[in-house]
């Protein structure tokens, strides 16, 4: 047998920024892989929402109310969970401004949430990962085309996403001799809540596909299948790099 399917039964795949666009998405798929979700949202009721679409797939779900941006609850919350075999770490947002126009509440607020806080998140997971040494750990850091390429109006996201690859590769060799591996997957806009309304302004809609040889923007499905393949044994061997989600943008 040479090929490897992607099962997830008795994984244990915490979700950061579960309740809505990538997260929820990632969660239902690994949901219907066969993990025990833990998801993670600020907002209780997006969680009942996440709740009810993966009982649909006759998935586990554990709700974790928290905000990642708050150190002392999120350590407290995630002591109280045993188990983390997969991190997605997808909790982040964008502020697009020119860059002289960029104020320093965006740009601190950025990288507080894109950057700090997943940095947070993810030596939390390390360590329970490393009291649970026989059962081999996936981190999948959510990173963007533009952590690999510059675009303007977007200097912070781009300087946070770039921060996110450079963590992922540091971890991702630091890691490897301790059974731990460290991805991101890279996605173009995506057809989230979040990019609907930036598509709303069609002059940059027109900018961003004009930009994807595809013609087309990826779908939450593209980025959720990509983080179940990583988050699973076929992809053992796959660690420090980057899945590009982009239609070929990044090939230009």
């Given amino acids: ?15 950061t920024g579960a309740g809505k666009g ?13 993990a025990t979700v833990i998801a993670l949202s600020r907002t209780t009721s997006d969680l009942n929402k996440l709740e009810k679409d993966i009982k649909k797939v006759k998935g586990k779900i554990i709700k974790v109310s928290c905000d990642v941006m708050n150190y002392e609850d999120l350590k407290i919350k995630l002591e109280k969970i045993k188990i983390v075999d ?25 990288v507080d949430l894109n950057l700090k806080a997943a940095f947070n998140v993810a ?24 952590g690999h390429v510059g675009m303007g109006g977007r200097n912070v996201y781009n300087m946070t996403k770039f921060g996110i690859e450079g963590l992922t590769k540091g971890m991702g060799v630091e890691l490897a001799k301790k059974n731990i591996r460290v991805n991101t997957v ?46 699973s044994s076929a992809s053992s061997m796959i660690t420090g790099t980057s899945i590009i989600i982009d239609g070929g943008w990044t090939a230009q």
């Fill in 1 to 15: 047998m040479y090929l490897q399917k992607i099962n997830l039964k008795k994984k244990y795949a915490l979700v």
């Fill in 22 to 34: 990538l997260g929820r998405a990632c969660s239902i798929a690994l949901a219907e892989a066969g």
């Fill in 86 to 110: 997969i991190l997605v770490n997808n909790a982040g947002t964008n502020i697009p401004e020119p860059f002289e126009k960029i104020k320093q509440k965006s740009m601190n607020y950025l």
């Fill in 123 to 146: 030596q939390l997971v390390v360590k329970k990962m490393l009291r649970n040494k026989k059962r081999p750990g996936s981190i999948i850091n959510m990173s963007s085309q533009l």
């Fill in 186 to 231: 890279a996605p173009t806009f995506v057809e989230t809540p979040m990019v609907k309304k930036f598509f709303k302004n069609k002059k940059f809609k027109r900018l961003a596909l004009g930009n994807i040889p595809m013609g087309k923007a990826a779908s939450e499905s593209d980025v959720a299948t990509t983080v179940c393949f990583l988050a």
